[in-house]
């Protein structure tokens, strides 16, 4: 469960960096701060391989944040595109 939570925080930090782009100049910033979460998402993944498929039960908790970040994640990008 903890990876599963760490995995929605960092996903928050991604989309909240995306939320910030309005410009090219804030767009440069996203690409140094997403850089910057680079090590997090290579260690969280290679915890989620280790770990295997999480439980129904996990997926089915955390179902609702994950569609939530991946609809504004999805909005964001639209935003600036």
Known sequence: EQNMKAGVDLMDQMVTVLEKVSSKETAQKAVEAMKGLAPQMKKLAEAGKALGEPAKELKEKYEPQMKALQERM????????
Do not use: Q, T
């Open 74 to 81: 999805r909005k964001a990008m639209m935003d600036f595109a």
